[in-house]
C-alpha cells in the first residue's frame, strides 16, 4: 500500500508568488487533513475534508490560503502572494473517518519563500 | 476549544536513563482519544501509541502512556532511553479533529 504521497517535496518560491501544494491520501481514507509544521509552533492544524467536503479551516490563514478537494484521491493547499513567514513543512494526513482513527501523514513539502 | 500542551521543548537525557514527556490537554469530550506520534528526521510522523481508557496503561515500542481523565494528562515514558530514540514526539488529541502540542525534541546523548 503506498502511503500518503506530497508534492513537491521541496519549493522555493520569491515573495509575492504563488505555491501550490498537492497531496494524495491513501486510497479508502475519507478523511484528509493539512498542518503546517514550524519549530515555533509545532504541528499546526490548517483544514480538513471529509468525503472531499471542506469541514473544518479554522487554521487557514482566510486571506492568501486555500484549500480544495475535487476528488477523493487528491487536495490542494494553495498559497497566494507567499511571505517569509509562510516558510514551512506542510504535512497532509489521511484516516478513516471517526474519532480515534490513526492519522497517516506524508513526507511534508518544504516551503522557502525567499 | 480543544488544545494539548507540552511543556518541555527539548529533553536531553543520557543512554539508558528513563524518558518522560509531558501531555496535558483541554476538551469538552469526555471521552477523547489522546495519540502519541514520533517523527523522526527525513521521515512522516507516525502513530507512537494512543488510547481513550482512563487509567489503562498502553505501550509500544518499548514506550508508555497512561490516559488520567482525572488530571487531563497523557505522559510518555520508558524505562531506558536508547540513541535511536532521539526524535520530535507530538502528542495530539483526536475527536472529530486532530490538535497537536507543539512537540518535544527527544536527544539522547551516549
Known amino acids: 500500500n503506498a502511503g500518503v504521497i506530497q508534492t513537491p517535496r521541496h519549493k522555493v518560491t520569491g515573495k509575492g508568488q504563488e505555491a501550490t501544494l498537492w497531496c494524495e491520501p491513501i486510497?479508502?481514507?475519507?478523511?484528509v487533513f493539512w498542518y503546517r509544521q514550524t519549530i515555533v509552533q509545532g504541528l499546526e492544524f490548517l483544514t480538513y475534508?471529509?468525503?472531499?467536503?471542506?469541514?473544518?479551516d479554522s487554521g487557514m490563514p482566510k486571506e492568501r490560503f486555500s484549500a480544495q478537494m475535487p476528488n477523493q484521491s487528491h487536495s490542494t493547499l494553495k498559497i497566494q502572494s507567499t511571505q517569509p513567514q509562510d516558510s514551512a513543512v506542510y504535512l497532509c494526513a489521511s484516516s478513516l473517518v471517526g474519532a480515534g482513527n490513526t492519522l497517516y501523514f506524508g513526507e511534508g513539502s518544504r516551503l522557502i519563500v525567499v | 476549544g480543544d488544545s494539548v500542551t507540552q511543556t518541555e521543548g527539548l529533553v536531553t537525557l543520557t543512554e539508558g536513563l528513563p524518558v518522560m514527556l509531558n501531555c496535558t490537554y483541554q476538551?469538552?469530550?469526555?471521552?477523547?482519544?489522546l495519540f502519541w506520534y514520533v517523527h523522526y528526521l527525513n521521515e512522516s510522523p507516525r502513530l507512537l501509541l494512543k488510547s481513550s481508557t482512563d487509567n489503562k496503561r498502553t505501550e509500544h515500542q518499548g514506550f508508555h502512556a497512561t490516559l488520567h481523565k482525572s488530571s487531563s494528562s497523557f505522559h510518555l515514558q520508558k524505562s531506558s532511553a536508547q540513541l535511536s530514540d532521539s526524535a520530535l514526539y507530538y502528542c495530539a488529541l483526536g475527536n472529530y479533529k486532530y490538535v497537536f502540542g507543539a512537540g518535544t525534541r527527544l536527544k539522547v546523548i551516549a
Open positions: 475534508f471529509r468525503n472531499q467536503a471542506p469541514i473544518d
Open positions: 486510497s479508502g481514507h475519507s478523511a
Open positions: 476538551t469538552i469530550y469526555s471521552n477523547p482519544f
